[in-house]
Each structure stands twice: as C-alpha cells, then as structure tokens.
Antibody
Framework: QVQLVESGGGVVQPGRSLRLSCTAS????????LHWVRQAPGKGLEWVAV????????FYADSVKGRFTISRDNSKNTLYLQLNALREEDTAVYSC??????????????????WGQGTLVTVSS | QSVLTQPPSASGTPGQRVTISCSGS????????VYWYQQRPGTAPKLLIY???QRPSGVPDRFSGSKSGSSASLAISGLRSEDEAYYYC??????????FGGGTKVTVL
C-alpha cells in the first residue's frame, strides 16, 4: 500500500536551518508530482511547495519563497524540504502528499490523494 | 487571512443537507479546478472531490462539488455523525502557487 513517512522535524532557533525528508513506498515514486503542506497548531492547511515528477520544476508559496527549497531523489524514493532562515511563524506540522501523475498542467492539479502523518517543526528561541 | 474564503462553521442535524462555500477570484477558482478535503481531528486530510465535481473511489455519493464563476461549493446530503470534521477547498492560483481555504468546521447537532 502507498505510504509516505516524514522525518527531520524538531525544535530550532529562529534564523537556523532544518531539512525534512519524506520517504515513499508502494507506488512508482518517479511518476508523481509531490507536495509539502503545513498546518500550524490549531490552524488550517497551508500549501507550501510542489515539485514535478522528475524534479526539474518547483513552485512555492509566497510565504516561503527564497527560504525553502523542495527537491527529490527518485533513486531513493525520497522527497526533501530544506528550510532556511526559519521564523517563529514557520512553526507547524509539515506533511508530504502525493500529487498527480498527469503531465498536462501538473502543478495546477491539487488532487493530493495520499498524505503522510507529518513531522512537527517548532521554531523558538 | 486566506485568499479563498470559507465560512468558519456549518452545522446540521442527521439527515440534513449542508453546503459549504469557497469564494475566490478569476486567477484561481475562475480559471482552475477546485478540490475539497476532509480532515478529522488528529488525522491526515482526505481527498473528497477533485476537478470541481469528481469523487475518488470510496467517497460516498452524499458528497458533491460544484463550481460557478469564481466560487465553488461542497454539499453533504444525508448528514451523518461521522461527517463531523473540517473541510477545506483547494485550488491553484495563476500567480503560481497553490491555495487552501481557511477551512469550515462542520458540526452534526
């Protein structure tokens, strides 16, 4: 069955960096776009970033553009999110989600059909 | 405050029909597909509706989606206790980012 497992969360001071990982199994990893979505404590969902099936294209929310980098290693079935210059408002559970396998306008298709359970990032001094 | 506007709450008694709105603009809902997610407390979101009005396999036909202009709606008919959850709309914005609505908490009275 499809599984997505995040890791790498923790407590970090403002301005520092962290790298999150999402290891996938149960499907052809290189066939799908992948997304990161976050949820601050007691708040709603916030879309963070998406990467194409081959890693050649990425898009970001304005709130993280220039600070976060999404990447993937299809040989390791792993998705990454590099978080730099962290702020207290970045505190959230970060979840990876499987996106579309359709190539046409792939970034616009927000049918996230499998999600991980998330990893908590706490930014605090 | 989200670019996609949803009512913070909705409620109904068992068997009733509840409708949740999602208001956007020409650069998002007006141009692109709308998706709906259900999230129960402590669990990952679940895809309910894709491409405006399609249900994934396993989603009951009590759930239906529609879109008109720059607004979309999710309807839940025959409301059941297990439908108590948060519901989010999602759409791509042509400023090149994804968007979620602020979420609507559905309560079954």
């Amino acid at each position: 069955q499809v599984q997505l497992v995040e890791s790498g969360g923790g407590v970090v001071q403002p301005g520092r960096s962290l790298r999150l990982s999402c290891t996938a199994s149960g499907f052809t990893f290189s066939g799908n776009a992948l997304h990161w979505v976050r949820q601050a404590p007691g708040k709603g969902l916030e879309w963070v970033a998406v990467i194409s099936y081959d890693g050649s294209n990425q898009f970001y929310a304005d709130s993280v553009k220039g600070r976060f980098t999404i990447s993937r290693d299809n040989s390791k079935n792993t998705l990454y999110l590099q978080l730099n210059a962290l702020r207290e408002e970045d505190t959230a559970v970060y979840s990876c989600a499987r996106g579309t396998s359709v190539s046409s306008q792939w970034m616009k298709r927000l049918n996230l059909d499998r999600w991980g359970q998330g990893t908590l990032v706490t930014v605090s001094s | 405050q989200s670019v996609l506007t949803q009512p913070p709450s909705a409620s109904g008694t068992p068997g009733q029909r509840v409708t949740i709105s999602c208001s956007g603009s020409s650069s998002n809902i007006g141009t692109n597909y709308v998706y709906w997610y259900q999230q129960r407390p402590g669990t990952a979101p679940k895809l309910l509706i894709y491409t405006n009005d399609q249900r994934p396999s396993g989603v009951p036909d009590r759930f239906s989606g529609s879109k008109s202009g720059s607004s979309a709606s999710l309807a839940i008919s025959g409301l059941r206790s297990e439908d108590e959850a948060y519901y989010y709309c999602a759409v791509w914005d042509d400023s090149l980012s994804g968007l979620f609505g602020g979420g609507t908490k559905v309560t079954v009275l």
